[in-house]
């Protein structure tokens, strides 16, 4: 009994890691990258970022990059979000809700060469009353492979910019109501 217990709260822990791990490659250009309820598609520096990241020197993310420009997203969104831009009448209030968005992320250089990290956030998870009422989430690939853009939508769509040497968000970016 106490071998299975042992076991079975080792297993526990190996599941709720810190890590991200990759978990697959759709093209030469992306990684899809997991850590507990985040689900995010790393691109390198040649990935397409389509109308955005032009005329600026990019990286290729690392997941420890990653998993630091999470950290100071979590630490100081609701901050930034306390206008709650775009955040009401059925919209998620964006700090409340990080886990229910997928990810795209992109690195670049600032103009001190600081690195930045670039990401979009897209609604991916419905409530059951989404559901009943008809709403479907994106079931394509694409967003394993290009820039996802959207309009309107609300706060089910945003963006934001991680400077990961001062540890600040900015450019917040919410999509409009339409």
């Known amino acids: 009994m106490r071998k299975t217990f042992i076991l079975l709260f080792t297993l526990f822990l190996v599941s709720c890691s810190s890590e991200f791990k990759v978990v697959e490659k759709p093209t030469e250009y992306s990684e899809i990258i997991k850590r507990r309820q985040i689900v995010g598609a790393k691109f390198s520096e040649n990935g397409d970022c389509f109308m955005c990241l032009q005329n600026v020197k990019r990286f290729t993310p690392s997941l420890e990059e990653i998993k630091n420009a999470e950290n100071i997203l979590r630490k100081n969104i609701r901050k930034t ?27 670049y250089y600032n103009e001190k060469n600081e690195k930045i990290i670039y990401v979009t956030f897209n609604k991916n998870k419905l409530k059951l009353i989404e559901k009943i009422k008809g709403f479907r989430k994106d079931e394509s690939d694409n967003w394993k492979k290009e820039r996802e ?24 970016g919410i999509n409009g109501i339409g």
Do not use: M, V
């Open 149 to 172: 853009s959207w309009f309107d939508g609300c706060s089910n769509h945003w963006e934001i910019k991680i400077n990961l040497a001062t540890k600040e968000l900015f450019e917040l």
């Open 81 to 107: 979000n306390s206008k709650k831009i775009n955040q009401a009448n059925g919209c998620p209030i964006i700090h409340k809700n990080l886990n229910i968005y997928r990810r795209q992320y992109w690195g």
